[in-house]
């Protein structure tokens, strides 16, 4: 084997930004190699909630926020216009990737839905509130009808008035999946801690091998949280705490978001099948992003409390619940508004770059390839073939499947 391979792109991190980014370069003739050093989409991707948001979250959540996010984000009135154009593009451009007819061949992804829904609770009605809220509820923004509240959410107890997202849910796991059997000779894994040397080559190394340099004319790291070690790149990090939540008698369709007074949906439940089949309820929103100081006693007492206030009829009889910490990397902010794009920063020949949410992420893939097209960079033929017996990640596991969890 030789121990020296010259390539375009070596991409550092395998999420799904640098999963995407290796389909697109490579579709575009770019020798690309994905470098990963634990597991396909150990981080965020399979920690996400696998939701993709177009413009009616924008919208929907706008009017929830009085003017402002979407169920991941948002802006106001003018931004907002631009924002809900790109959003739909954007699932467009997955649900053309998805049925196959994409930049990006994503058929045999499985989608866990091809709906979610949004509903605005109710507000007490004590004649204080009345008072001191009178026009809270009223929404700044022109939202679509409500429908008749689905079965499914009214016999969990929800009576509000109710909006159908036509917007899928990925199982994130399949998506990692597809990108690792289609991709799968451009991608290694490294067992080292990656040094990438100043002439930017990058020692490959697995147990009982000859380590192999890679040496490419560009280097890209789309390496989630730890892009923070990369000093020169703005990666802004925000701590969540998800609750888990495992039952006998959960629905295992819910894929809904509870509006609240602010930016950030008050809670967003997506539901999920544990490896032993039980169903996962894995609920985010406020409650996650409120909870991230809270210990985990008095995170999950309140995420009891609250869903018992949202959802009055769930049956939580034996219910087990645990929670997860996890920090979300975000993308530039506009005006202090939830992040609208991907984030992109360059330090010479090496890019850094994170998506903000799944949702960004062709949008990442075309911004960088741009950028390195701009830069010169021309596709040139490569032979992967030397690292033909090198080892390849396995797809990360869900949260839900870490036999260290402890439930409660
Ligand atoms: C709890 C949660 C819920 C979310 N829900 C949604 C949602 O419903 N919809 C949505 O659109 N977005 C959602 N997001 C955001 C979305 O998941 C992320 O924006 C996206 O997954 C980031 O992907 P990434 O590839 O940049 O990073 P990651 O998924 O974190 O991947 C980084 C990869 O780099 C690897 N790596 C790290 N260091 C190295 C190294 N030195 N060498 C080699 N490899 C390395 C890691 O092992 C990992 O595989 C959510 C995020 C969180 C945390």
Same mark, same amino acid.
């Given at each position: 084997?030789?121990d020296?391979?010259?390539?375009?792109?070596?991409?550092?991190?395998?999420?799904?930004a640098?999963?995407?980014?290796l389909?697109?370069?490579?579709?575009?003739g770019?020798?690309?190699?994905?470098?990963?050093?634990?597991?396909?989409g150990?981080?965020?991707?399979?920690?996400?909630?696998?939701?993709?948001?177009g413009?009616?979250?924008?919208t929907? @959540? #706008? /009017? *929830? !926020? $009085? =003017? %402002? &996010? +979407? @169920? #991941? /984000? *948002? !802006? $106001? =009135? %003018? &931004? +907002? @216009?631009?924002?809900?154009?790109? =959003?739909?593009?954007?699932?467009?451009?997955?649900?053309?990737?998805?049925?196959?007819?994409?930049?990006?061949?994503?058929?045999?992804v499985?989608?866990?839905?091809?709906?979610?829904?949004?509903?605005?609770?109710?507000?007490?009605?004590?004649?204080?509130n009345?008072?001191?809220?009178?026009?809270?509820?009223?929404?700044?923004?022109?939202?679509?009808?409500g429908?008749d509240?689905?079965?499914?959410?009214s016999?969990?107890?929800?009576?509000?008035a109710?909006?159908?997202l036509?917007?899928p849910?990925?199982?994130?796991?399949?998506?990692?999946?597809?990108?690792?059997?289609r991709?799968?000779?451009?991608?290694?894994?490294?067992?080292?801690?990656?040094?990438?040397?100043?002439?930017?080559a990058?020692?490959?190394?697995?147990?009982?091998?000859?380590?192999?340099?890679?040496?490419?004319r560009?280097?890209?790291?789309?390496?989630?949280?730890?892009?923070?070690a990369?000093?020169?790149?703005?990666?802004?990090?925000r701590?969540?705490?998800?609750i888990?939540?495992?039952?006998?008698?959960?629905?295992?369709?819910?894929?809904?978001?509870?509006?609240?007074d602010?930016?950030?949906p008050?809670?967003?439940?997506?539901?999920?099948?544990?490896?032993?089949?039980?169903v996962?309820?894995?609920?985010?929103?406020?409650?996650?992003?409120?909870g991230?100081?809270?210990?985990?006693?008095?995170?999950?007492r309140?995420?009891?409390?609250e869903?018992?206030?949202?959802?009055?009829?769930a049956?939580?009889?034996?219910?087990?619940?645990?929670?997860?910490?996890?920090?979300?990397?975000?993308?530039p902010?506009?005006?202090?508004?939830?992040?609208?794009?991907?984030?992109?920063?360059?330090?010479?020949?090496?890019?850094?770059?994170?998506?903000?949410?799944l949702?960004?992420?062709?949008m990442?893939?075309?911004?960088?390839?741009?950028?390195?097209e701009?830069?010169?960079?021309r596709?040139?033929?490569?032979?992967?073939?030397?690292?033909?017996?090198?080892?390849r990640?396995?797809?990360?596991?869900?949260?839900?499947?870490?036999?260290?969890l402890?439930?409660?």
């Open positions: 084997m030789s020296s391979l010259n390539i375009d792109v070596a991409i550092v991190g395998g999420g799904i640098g999963l995407w980014l389909s697109h370069l490579r579709a575009h770019y020798g690309a190699l994905l470098i990963e050093g634990r597991r396909l150990q981080g965020q991707t399979i920690a996400s909630q696998g939701l993709i948001y413009s009616s979250s924008y929907l @959540a #706008g /009017a *929830g !926020a $009085g =003017a %402002g &996010a +979407g @169920a #991941g /984000a *948002g !802006a $106001g =009135a %003018g &931004a +907002g @216009a631009e924002i809900d154009r790109t =959003a739909d593009k954007l699932t467009e451009i997955w649900r053309r990737c998805l049925t196959g007819s994409g930049e990006v061949d994503l058929s045999g499985r989608q866990l839905s091809q709906l979610q829904y949004l509903w605005m609770p109710k507000p007490r009605s004590s004649w204080l009345r008072l001191i809220h009178p026009f809270k509820r009223k929404p700044a923004i022109a939202i679509p009808t429908i509240c689905p079965a499914l959410l016999q969990l107890g929800v009576d509000g109710v909006y159908q036509d917007e849910v990925l199982d994130v796991a399949s998506l990692l999946q597809v990108f690792a059997e991709q799968r000779e451009a991608i290694v894994l490294n067992r080292g801690s990656l040094v990438l040397s100043s002439d930017g990058i020692a490959l190394l697995a147990p009982e091998r000859n380590p192999v340099t890679i040496r490419p560009w280097c890209v790291f789309t390496a989630g949280v730890e892009n923070a990369l000093v020169w790149a703005p990666v802004k990090i701590t969540v705490h998800m888990i939540v495992r039952g006998k008698h959960l629905p295992d369709n819910v894929y809904a978001h509870c509006l609240s602010g930016a950030t008050r809670l967003t439940i997506t539901s999920h099948r544990a490896a032993d089949g039980s996962i309820w894995y609920l985010g929103g406020q409650l996650a992003e409120e991230k100081r809270r210990r985990v006693s008095q995170h999950l309140e995420a009891r409390r869903l018992t206030r949202l959802l009055p009829k049956d939580l009889k034996d219910a087990q619940f645990t929670t997860l910490r996890i920090r979300r990397v975000e993308g902010r506009t005006e202090g508004k939830h992040p609208d794009k991907p984030g992109v920063s360059q330090n010479g020949k090496v890019i850094a770059a994170w998506p903000g949410s949702t960004m992420v062709p990442l893939a075309e911004a960088v390839v741009q950028r390195l701009r830069n010169g960079l596709p040139a033929a490569v032979s992967l073939e030397p690292l033909a017996d090198w080892p990640p396995e797809v990360a596991s869900y949260p839900w499947d870490n036999e260290q402890v439930w409660q």
